[in-house]
């Protein structure tokens, strides 16, 4: 994908022509990939048009919990964010990296799976997830190494990114600067205007893929009224934040003060269960299994979505070095927030409010800063 | 994004097995050959990941330089599944390999000054490469002291290699062990207590370490009593790693990927971290 900078001019799409969208993108082999609620949740999924799409539907959001809840509207992406990200399909929970024979002579070969890079349309991509999946890039495509396969899936994704209407209990893409209007990395965006009888989305392109595609979508050119309206979303979501983040040195905040007792204190209540880590659309830590079949002579090595919570992350000969819930919790907060600034020029945190959504207990990220940066404020002025 | 890579990093190259030495009860040295094409280049210190057939992976260090023969020669103990799974090959058994990877001891760098070498227990074995490449040129080096610690007599690696480096007169090598019987003549004490009566200059001096994490934190600190400066000793460290190319997130070390960033890092860049406890 070519970065463009977005129109400002827009152009308007009634419904039949998001519908004509998801049919034209699976017309050029695209998987289309968008919002659908599942199991009391809106969750992303392959879907066929705009009867899939959860209208309706929002959902309510605070830390530890989740519900979904009628709208009085009919809105298609009248939501935040689910318990989904667009991870789970650029980096796949569990993916075979290759196999190995052993022959009668005893001799192992190795081969790599067959890989036709996986085409997806992504629907109603919100900002900070477009912010995640730039995180992702660095982490994947950037370093020493690359991950082809990931790199592969990526080139080829189309996206349509979604302005977010109406921020979560747990949203603070404001304080990270990520969002809440989708300003880069995008094919189209939309905004979902909504009113009356009128049922629009504000579409602009943002790449050169994205016009093309937009040529094919009948559509018409937004009224100033429109384009007003679809500005003023951005602007009424930006101040509805459910939580905030004071980002000021935060990667000192954090490197410097890994003996804070707050890290015990964050530890009696972690159940270090990684959930956190599996809802985050950023982290990206993975294991491997080496399987084996019952001839002996058939493995393969499969790698999985790990957490940095588990023991077993850390085990080497004579056992884990991170034991303790706190060094764990330090490990994945201390990482996101600070050594991933170090590590990859950017904060690992998109303040899409995942992890403290989908906490079983509740701990909110913010607040543990906020109480790391408080007690050394209070000790400095004492 | 360079999507372009023609070789993907995850995928090993088959080696074979050549001889099978054992060198300690737990403790076997393996020499490896490409069963086709040729071995890449490497740098003291660096390592490879070998793959087990079936069990796994493991990131385990070069312990001869390339400069000798045409393979890869690993020191392997017995210490989980897939580390003993290699223990246990015999020669013409096969193997994967993937590697090398990460950064080297700061062999170059150490031209002109006094040379300090810090082993404890295996961590010889990733310091081997670069005792060889410095004694393969000697008059470039000031005076080269080996100090190795383990934990008694049969622990001692590389027996024969310690034997003939002691017998040359341009080299200090001392051996101590923690505890050992009456038919021990040798040092008795853990190695930290050897720095002090090494002949080196201080301020002008390199000092390489490689052993356990507490060891490597212990000759750290008598390093710097001794006046070393923290940019001049280089501790090889070891986390849990799975993919070996900063992809997995596993071998954080603080900011630092002990993968690409290390296994040898400079003490000034990890001081801080060495001392804080499950970092």
């Keep these: 994908m070519q970065a463009f900078k977005a129109d400002t001019s827009g152009f308007a799409l009634d419904t039949a022509g998001l519908q004509r969208l998801f049919e034209v993108l699976a017309e050029d082999g695209y998987r289309v990939v968008g919002p659908t609620r599942r199991d009391d949740a809106i969750v992303y999924d392959e879907i066929g048009g705009i009867t899939a799409l959860p209208a309706g539907w929002t959902d309510r959001q605070e830390p530890g919990r989740y519900a979904l809840e009628r709208r009085e509207d009919n809105a298609f992406f009248g939501y935040a964010v689910g318990p989904h990200s667009w991870k789970k399909f650029l980096f796949p929970p569990s993916e075979t990296l290759w196999s190995a024979h052993r022959g009668d002579d005893g001799v192992m070969t190795v081969a790599v799976p067959e890989r036709t890079a996986d085409k997806f349309a992504f629907i109603g991509v919100r900002a900070c997830e477009l912010h995640a999946m730039a995180v992702q890039d660095r982490v994947f495509g950037e370093g020493p190494y690359v991950d082809t396969a990931y790199a592969a899936r990526r080139s080829n994704a189309f996206i349509v990114a979604v302005n977010c209407a109406e921020a979560g209990g747990t949203c603070f893409c404001v304080s990270m600067e990520t969002g809440p209007r989708a300003t880069q990395g995008f094919d189209l965006a939309l905004t979902e205007l909504i009113g009356g009888d009128e049922h629009l989305f504000l579409i602009e392109a943002g790449s050169e893929a994205g016009r093309r595609i937009l040529e094919r979508v009948p559509h018409g050119t937004a009224t100033t009224e429109q384009a007003e309206a679809a500005r003023a979303v951005s602007e009424r979501t930006a101040s509805q934040m459910g939580r905030s983040l004071d980002t000021r040195g935060i990667k000192e905040l954090l490197q410097d003060n890994p003996e804070h007792p707050r890290w015990d204190d964050v530890a009696a209540r972690c159940l270090t269960c990684a959930n956190c880590t599996m809802v985050c659309p950023t982290c990206f830590c993975s294991t491997v299994e080496d399987h084996s079949d019952l001839t002996g002579q058939n493995a393969e090595r499969v790698r999985k979505w790990d957490s940095c919570f588990t023991m077993d992350y850390s085990y080497i000969h004579g056992g884990s070095v991170r034991t303790a819930a706190s060094s764990r919790y330090r490990q994945w907060m201390t990482h996101k927030l600070a050594n991933w600034i170090d590590q990859f020029g950017t904060s690992g945190c998109v303040g899409c409010g995942r992890c403290i959504t989908w906490c079983p207990v509740g701990i909110d990220l913010t607040e543990e800063v906020a109480a790391i940066r408080a007690a050394l404020d209070e000790g400095r002025s004492r | ?279």
């Design chain 2, 1 to 279: 994004m360079r999507a372009d890579i023609a070789k993907d990093p995850f995928v090993p190259e088959i080696y074979r097995v050549g001889s099978v030495r054992r060198e300690l009860a737990d403790a076997v040295t393996l020499e490896l050959e490409p069963v086709s094409g040729t071995r890449p280049d490497f740098r003291p210190g660096q390592f490879n990941m070998l793959y087990a057939f079936g069990v796994g992976e493991v990131a385990i260090s070069m312990s001869v330089g390339a400069s000798e023969g045409t393979g890869f020669v690993h020191t392997v103990r017995n210490a989980g599944a897939v580390s003993g799974a290699l223990a246990r090959l015999e020669p013409g058994a096969t193997l994967g390999v993937r590697g090398p990877f990460g950064t080297g001891w700061p062999v170059a760098e150490a031209e002109g000054r006094d040379v300090l070498i810090v082993a404890g227990g295996l961590g010889l074995a990733p310091l081997r490469p670069a005792i060889q490449e410095v004694l393969a040129r000697r008059e470039r080096f000031g005076r080269v002291t080996i100090l190795v610690g383990c934990r008694s007599p049969s622990d001692i690696l590389y027996q024969h290699d310690l034997e003939q480096w002691k017998q040359r007169l341009d080299v200090n090598v001392e051996v101590t062990v923690d505890h050992a019987g009456t038919d021990w003549h040798g040092n008795v004490g853990f190695v930290t207590t050897l720095i002090p009566r090494s002949p080196f200059d201080p301020d002008n001096a390199i000092a390489m370490v490689c052993g356990p994490e507490v060891m490597m934190r212990f000759a750290a600190s008598g390093l710097q009593k001794a006046g070393m400066p923290a940019g001049n000793i280089y501790l090889s460290m070891e986390r849990n790693m799975k993919c070996a190319i900063g992809l997995c997130g596993h071998c954080q070390f603080g900011p630092a990927f002990i993968c690409k960033d290390g296994p040898v890092l400079p003490l000034e860049r990890i001081a801080g971290l060495l001392a804080v406890q499950e970092i």
